[in-house]
């Protein structure tokens, strides 16, 4: 009898079973789980701009531009499943050509200041546009984020991807050699944003291609950022002269307002007496990040304790640019109609460290011919309430 019943209830079990395998598979082949779309932006003198969206299966979408290869939107749950979009930008392709501060953009050739915009490579000197008081910013007045970029979408297991290539002409903006870039925005069902850069030259030259995504994990803009609770793991950073150039040296943070391994609400130290915060008007430094190896690491982690999103920044990169929006002044209004106020986003900046082709010191940010330059972040969101 009792076998009967064993018999019985395993019979009906595995019919359950076999139903609950069968639903899912046919709703996969009906629905895909991971898509892309393509929708018009505009004109830009190179050509007309595209939005690419990614999404994913659990409602997550990243929008890019292949003008600038900029994020334009990226929509994140919080605690309770509800998607906001915690990137600063625009609505419209015209915001994003005229001056602003690199909302969401890829920035090269190089990535941060370059001092007095001089550098020199095997006895040759070059110079660049002084465009941040003395010192060379991001590539240029027309760097790689005013630029229009081919777009494909990009196949990988696991992933729905945009892939964006150009050649930056020899001498474009002042730097050598004619350089192929490709830049990768690749999205999987973890919530995780992969981000690939790869560049090779035919003449020797210097790189540092990086995202410049401005986030609020309360939602684009909405108040200031000083209750994030970041963590960076990074015993270093490069303390900068007043003109936000590093000094050569590699301070330790312990015991300063930079020491974040232990999580901490970016507004606890953000106004301390410290010159270094005072050259920065905040937090605008390169970290030392703790490394073991060459592979994609943990480089810092965000919490937004009000809506429980949390952001893990991992990299393959040797430095983190941490730059708390000191900068927003109110002066740009963004999408949603929202006025991009003091300290309203934060950037993470994966990246080499600034000024590296004049510090001897810092790791090399020369590419030669023959060599590729390749360099991975990821941004993985999730919930922790
Ligand atoms: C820099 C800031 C700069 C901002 C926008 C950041 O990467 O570190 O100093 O103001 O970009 O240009």
Redesign the pocket.
Known sequence: MRTNICLFLFAILSSAFACKNSGPKQDEEQKPTLSIETADFGQTQEGPAKLYTLKNENGMEVVITNYGGIITRLLAPDKDGEFTDVVLGFDNLEDYQKDH??FGAI?GRY???IAKGKFTIDGQEYTLAAN?GPNA??GGPTGFHKRLWEAKETEREGYVGLELSRVSEDMEEGYPGNLSATVRYLLNNDNELLIEYEATADEPTIVNLTN?TYFNLKGAGKEDILGHILMVDADYFTPVDST?IPTGELRPVEGTPFDFNTPTPIGERINAEDEQLTF?LGY?HNFVLDREGPGLELAATVREPTTGRFLEVLTTEPGL?F?SG??LDGTNIGKYAVQYDYRSGF?L?TQHY?DSPNQPDFPSTVLRPGETYASRTVYRFSVKP
């Open positions: 501060p690199y920035i990535g941060n200041r941040n910013l991001h410049h936000l920065g605008d640019q730059y000191n900068f950037c900046e600034p």
